[in-house]
C-alpha cells in the first residue's frame, strides 16, 4: 500500500495531559504496543521492519528531515504472520543500522493518528500523522489538520524534533564511541 502523511514528533513532557486532551476531543484509542524497529542500510530513504503485538509491517518512506511538517512517501506491506521469515531474509540481506524499542499507546482522530511513545533510552515523545491513504485529501489539507492538532495539544516548536528514533539512536551510539575513544585516550 502507498501513500502520503504530515507527520511531526515532538519531545512530550506530559504524556498524560496529550491522552486527556485526546480522549476529550473524541480520538478513538487503538491500544499499546511495545514495538521494536528494526532499520536496514538502503540505497534511497528509510526501510524498517516493525514487529509489535498491534503493528507488524515493512516499511519504506522517504521523507525531508529538514521542515516542521515533514511530508513522507510511505510503501508499507502488512507482515502479520511472516515477520520471523522476512526478518530472516532482510538481516541476510542488508545491514542493520539502528534498532528503535518502544511502548507506544495509538490514538486516532479520522485520519489523523496520535502515538504516545516511550523509547527506550531515548525519553517521550508525542508523534501526529495526517495520513492520506487515497490522495483524496492532499498536502495542504493534511498540512492544516497537523497545525490545528500542534495548536490543540500545545506542542512547543522548541519541542519539535526533524530526526527520526533511528537518527537518534544512531546519534546515541556515535556519542558513546566517542566517549569510549576519549577514555581511552
Known amino acids: 500500500m502507498k501513500h502520503i502523511n504530515i507527520e511531526i514528533k515532538a519531545r512530550c513532557k506530559n504524556l498524560d495531559r496529550v491522552r486527556k486532551i485526546l480522549r476529550a476531543h473524541g480520538a478513538v484509542y487503538k491500544g499499546r504496543d511495545r514495538q521494536v524497529d528494526t532499520y536496514f542500510a538502503t540505497s534511497s530513504g528509510?526501510?524498517?521492519l516493525r514487529e509489535g503485538e498491534i503493528e507488524n509491517?515493512?516499511?519504506?518512506?522517504?521523507?525531508?528531515?529538514?521542515?516542521?511538517l515533514r511530508l513522507s512517501r510511505i510503501t508499507r506491506c502488512d507482515t502479520n504472520g511472516i515477520g520471523v521469515d522476512l526478518k530472516a531474509v532482510l538481516l541476510n540481506a542488508l545491514p542493520v543500522l539502528a534498532i528503535v524499542d518502544k511502548r507506544r499507546e495509538i490514538y486516532f482522530v479520522d485520519n489523523v493518528?496520535?502515538?504516545?511513545?516511550?523509547?527506550?533510552?531515548?525519553?517521550t515523545f508525542l508523534e501526529i500523522e495526517a495520513?492520506?491513504?487515497d490522495g483524496k485529501r492532499g498536502v495542504p489539507v493534511l498540512r492544516r489538520q497537523c497545525d490545528d492538532f500542534i495548536d490543540l495539544l500545545s506542542v512547543e516548536?522548541?519541542?519539535?524534533?526533524?530526526?527520526?528514533?533511528?537518527?537518534?539512536?544512531?546519534?546515541?551510539?556515535?556519542?558513546?564511541?566517542?566517549?569510549?575513544l576519549q577514555a581511552a585516550a
Open 46 to 48: 528509510r526501510l524498517k
Open 57 to 68: 509491517s515493512l516499511i519504506h518512506y522517504e521523507r525531508s528531515d529538514d521542515e516542521r
Open 157 to 180: 516548536e522548541a519541542d519539535l524534533l526533524q530526526c527520526s528514533y533511528s537518527d537518534m539512536v544512531l546519534g546515541e551510539a556515535r556519542e558513546d564511541a566517542g566517549s569510549q
Open 131 to 133: 495520513i492520506d491513504l
Open 113 to 123: 493518528k496520535f502515538h504516545l511513545d516511550r523509547v527506550v533510552s531515548l525519553g
